[in-house]
T-cell receptor, first 113, second 112 residues
Framework: GNSVTQMEGPVTLSEEAFLTINCTYT??????LFWYVQYPGEGLQLLLK?????DKGSNKGFEATYRKETTSFHLEKGSVQVSDSAVYFC????????????FGAGTTVTVRA | DAGVIQSPRHEVTEMGQEVTLRCKPI?????LFWYRQTMMRGLELLIY????????DSGMPEDRFSAKMPNASFSTLKIQPSEPRDSAVYFC??????????FGQGTRLTVV
């Protein structure tokens, strides 16, 4: 079945630091990959996505590249802000699993001023 | 579109009472998902529908939980009777096939 493994948190950074959250996956077929973000007290919001190998998703300064050879979709941001403090979830969906989202455990990121 | 709309945002109820959570998906979406989020277990998929038909309810924890989708624009998740361990944030999400899911703001349920 499909599964997602992401870096355990929590992660604490200073403003303008570089952020990486590792995500690897197991899936049959050709999944689509996603990063969702959850700000305190809110629902999950799509941050970025990639639907095929070598695609790069990007949004709000965050990037992730779909690496089929390493089954990875690591999230990166070059210079974080306090407003990036949130929980980040890596997820995938595939036709073989009827498009159900499989989520990682989530990584809590705190950015200090 | 207003996005996925859930109600109520907060619910406090006494143990043994019936609780009904409501969800209006995004128009045109053919998948609807119910999730539960807790600190201990993270995000759990409870049940999902495709074209209003329940496809997989294997995540529903007990027979006390039930979900319906009488039409394409409305779904309910019911807990009867509720117990303190049901306290969690419940999310509804909807999607079109092969696209990302959009989440509602969630219902924070507290059972005392």
């Amino acid at each position: 079945g499909n599964s997602v493994t992401q870096m355990e948190g929590p992660v604490t950074l200073s403003e303008e630091a570089f952020l990486t959250i590792n995500c690897t996956y197991t899936a049959t077929g050709y999944p689509s990959l996603f990063w969702y973000v959850q700000y305190p007290g809110e629902g999950l919001q799509l941050l970025l996505k990639a639907t095929k190998a070598d695609d790069k998703g990007s949004n709000k300064g965050f990037e992730a590249t779909y690496r089929k050879e390493t089954t990875s979709f690591h999230l990166e941001k070059g210079s974080v802000q306090v407003s990036d403090s949130a929980v980040y979830f890596c997820a995938l969906s595939s036709r073989s699993n009827d498009y159900k989202l499989s989520f990682g455990a989530g990584t809590t990121v705190t950015v200090r001023a | 579109d207003a996005g996925v709309i859930q109600s109520p945002r907060h619910e406090v109820t006494e143990m043994g009472q019936e609780v009904t959570l409501r969800c209006k998906p995004i128009s045109g979406h053919d998948y609807l998902f119910w999730y539960r989020q807790t600190m201990m277990r993270g995000l759990e998929l409870l049940i999902y529908f495709n074209n209003n038909v329940p496809i997989d309810d294997s995540g529903m924890p007990e027979d006390r939980f039930s979900a319906k989708m009488p039409n394409a624009s409305f779904s309910t998740l019911k807990i009867q009777p509720s117990e303190p361990r049901d306290s969690a944030v419940y999310f509804c999400a909807s999607s079109r096939s092969n696209t990302e899911a959009f989440f509602g703001q969630g219902t924070r349920l507290t059972v005392v």
